[in-house]
T-cell receptor, first 115, second 115 residues
Framework: SQQGEEDPQALSIQEGENATMNCSYK?????LQWYRQNSGRGLVHLIL?????REKHSGRLRVTLDTSKKSSSLLITASRAADTASYFC???????????????FGQGTILTVHP | KAGVTQTPRYLIKTRGQQVTLSCSPI?????VSWYQQTPGQGLQFLFE???????NKGNFPGRFSGRQFSNSRSEMNVSTLELGDSALYLC??????????????FGEGSRLTVL
């Protein structure tokens, strides 16, 4: 079953605009991660935020985490055509305290950035 | 540093056959996880190996199996293939062997088509 539900399912914007994607999850977590995937290829790790953190930045990326609402958002500022990809949130669920390589992924948001 | 290498990249099999997929992790990484990605079910965790031991397993039938060698390379095998096994199979490695799951480094995947 999918832990994360992402919203919106698809997002279309113009270059230079900001893109915001949201993720909700169901169980308590150790951390939440965002990954990017281009056209059915491998996933690329973008950023990890731990359960005791509220906000994290990496270049043009800003991630927030609200554990009380079990939700996270990914903001990409000043989008570029090269940002066109699918974006997935993934949680390291805390059930039993160990996950050993298991991340639970959301269904993803397809982002299209038009030049 | 070379990334995660998966072979073969593409393969076509018929129902009832079996398939073996290979994954070479990043040098020094000892944890290898496998994921299945389909349009309907999304990304689902198959299993994780660390130091030749399976530490975690997802909810897949026994037809799906794997192993890890002393050099950390891993293989997964699917026996008695079904049409529903058509998917992109992704391998991911990580440096740490901690119980919690941090950043995963993914390969480009092996796209399996079952006819």
């Amino acid at each position: 079953s999918q832990q994360g539900e992402e919203d919106p399912q698809a997002l279309s914007i113009q270059e230079g605009e900001n893109a915001t994607m949201n993720c909700s999850y169901k169980t308590s977590i150790n951390n939440l991660q965002w990954y990017r995937q281009n056209s059915g290829r491998g996933l690329v790790h973008l950023i990890l935020i731990r359960s005791n953190e509220r906000e994290k930045h990496s270049g043009r990326l800003r991630v927030t985490l609200d554990t009380s609402k079990k939700s996270s958002s990914l903001l990409i500022t000043a989008s570029r055509a090269a940002d066109t990809a699918s974006y997935f949130c993934a949680t390291d669920a805390n059930a039993g305290g160990t996950s050993y390589g298991k991340l639970t992924f959301g269904q993803g948001t397809i982002l299209t950035v038009h030049p | 540093k070379a990334g995660v290498t998966q072979t073969p990249r593409y393969l076509i099999k018929t129902r009832g056959q079996q398939v073996t997929l290979s994954c070479s992790p990043i040098s020094g990484h000892r944890s290898v996880s496998w994921y299945q990605q389909t349009p309907g079910q999304g990304l689902q965790f198959l299993f994780e190996y660390f130091s030749e031991t399976q530490r975690n397993k997802g909810n897949f039938p026994g037809r799906f199996s794997g192993r890890q060698f002393s050099n950390s390379r891993s293989e997964m095998n699917v026996s008695t293939l079904e049409l529903g096994d058509s998917a992109l199979y992704l391998c991911a490695s990580s440096l740490q062997g901690f119980a919690n799951t941090g950043e995963l480094f993914f390969g480009e995947g092996s796209r399996l088509t079952v006819l």
